[in-house]
């Protein structure tokens, strides 16, 4: 296999994975674009893509292909290794993997900067 590969093994592929994750999974939600993740219990990070609302199969397949090229590129952005499904929204606009990382950091740092303000 490539080092750079993205395995089968990386992806979430049955309708009760996604079901779990969606089930017990935090939510990191950004603008028409949620994260939702859920532990796992293995070495590595696994990757599902949700897309809603975009009638259009090549853009939708456009967003997928975009998106797994992002996790391809940084399979532990989450850690400890983790289930992680993409929800995607009509209206989603990201047209490389260095926009979606941009959307993602965005998102993680305005859930830190409202989770650390709902502690005080």
């Not at 999974?25 to 532990?39: C, E, F, K, S």
């Not at 990070?45 to 009638?55: A, M, P, Q, W």
């Not at 259009?56 to 399979?75: C, D, G, S, T, Y």
């Amino acid at each position: 296999m490539k080092p750079l590969a993205l395995p089968k093994s990386s992806l979430l592929r049955k309708p009760r994975e996604y079901k779990n994750v969606y089930k017990s999974g935090r939510r990191v939600r950004g603008n028409r674009l949620t994260i939702i993740h859920a532990p796992n219990g293995t070495e590595g990070n696994r990757l599902g893509i949700s897309v809603h609302g975009v009638k259009r199969a090549v853009r939708r397949n456009r967003i997928k292909r975009i998106i797994r090229e992002f996790f391809r590129l940084n399979r532990s952005f989450i850690t400890p290794a983790s289930d992680i499904v993409f929800a995607v929204r009509y209206g989603f606009t990201a047209d490389s993997p260095a926009e979606i990382k941009q959307h993602i950091d965005r998102m993680f740092r305005a859930h830190k900067a409202g989770s650390a303000a709902g502690r005080c």
